[in-house]
């Protein structure tokens, strides 16, 4: 079954410290990659896409991911957090030849010590 | 910027009651999705529809669930008789044909006594 795995399930970092979430993903297709972002309170919000292209994209707020194919990962990094990144992070893919809907990963809560 | 709004914010119910979740896609769109998150546990899908019916259902999306485009702007998601464990944050999303990418509403949360 197509799965999506988020390997750290609560992380708690300082002010300025960089930030490495992985994500791998199950399903050997070709795939559309995201990561959602759920800020306390509010709903989710997208923070980033990989459709095609180079595999290192960038989002909002300072994000980047990296697509790599052969490990089935989409990894999220930002080389210096603020406290205003604490939110809950939630990796997501869409199988191509099925758009109708994103499986998503468990979640990962990020909590930022100012 | 255009958003997916829904309708209400935080619903209560008795079990066994018909609750009805309501969702304004953006405008243009024509994908529409429901997804739920348990408190604690992950977003899971729940529905697709696509020209008027369903295209794809999970396996939670049972008989007492049902969707609706009742007009050209709402989309809703009708639970007929709930249960305890329908309690949860419920989703509305859509996309439109220049993507895949799904565009989330602030979501309902359901509570069921």
């Known amino acids: 079954a197509q799965s999506v795995s988020q390997h750290n399930h609560h992380v708690i970092l300082s002010e300025a410290a960089s930030l490495e979430l992985g994500c791998n993903y199950s399903?050997?297709?070709?795939?559309?990659l995201f990561w959602y972002v759920q800020y306390p309170g509010q709903h989710l919000q997208l923070l980033l896409k990989?459709?095609?292209?180079?595999?290192l994209v960038k989002g909002i707020k300072g994000f980047e991911a990296e697509f790599i194919k052969s490990k089935f990962s989409f990894n999220l990094r930002k080389p210096s957090v603020q406290w205003s990144d604490t939110a809950e992070y939630f990796c997501a893919v869409n199988p191509m030849n099925r758009d109708d809907k994103i499986i998503f990963g468990k979640g990962t809560r990020l909590h930022i010590l100012p | 910027e255009p958003e997916v709004t829904q309708t209400p914010s935080h619903q209560v119910t008795q079990m066994g009651q018909e609750v009805i979740l309501r969702c304004v896609p953006i405008?243009?769109?024509?994908?529409f999705y429901w997804y739920r998150q348990i408190l604690g546990q992950k977003v899971e899908f729940l529905v697709s529809?696509?020209?008027?019916?369903?295209?794809?259902k999970s396996e939670i999306f049972d008989d007492q669930f049902s969707v609706e485009r009742p007009d050209g702007s709402n989309f809703t998601l009708k639970i007929r008789s709930t249960k305890l464990e329908d309690s949860a944050m419920y989703f509305c999303a859509s996309s439109g044909l220049a993507g895949p990418e799904q565009f989330f509403g602030p979501g309902t949360r359901l509570t069921v006594l």
């Open positions: 405008s243009n769109h024509l994908y």
């Open positions: 529809f696509y020209n008027n019916e369903i295209s794809e």
């Open positions: 399903y050997g297709g070709t795939v559309n």
């Open positions: 990989y459709f095609s292209g180079d595999p």
